[in-house]
């Protein structure tokens, strides 16, 4: 399972998931609608099967000044 946060949070895979995102990276499940990103990351996942689900206490923590 890929725990994933709204907004910008960071992600967090585990180690077996990135190896099985490696040898795919530049194949054709993972360019899907996007090039860069979240949602490049996000097609290769959904490629995979691997279910992905939303966390609430992950998120973004913006400081002061900083956006």
Known sequence: ILLRS???GGIVLSRGLLRALIPMWHEV???GTSMHGDERLRDCIQALGVQMKT???FHQMDMVGGG
């Open 55 to 57: 966390e609430a206490h």
């Open 6 to 8: 709204q907004g910008g």
């Open 29 to 31: 499940p993972c360019l």
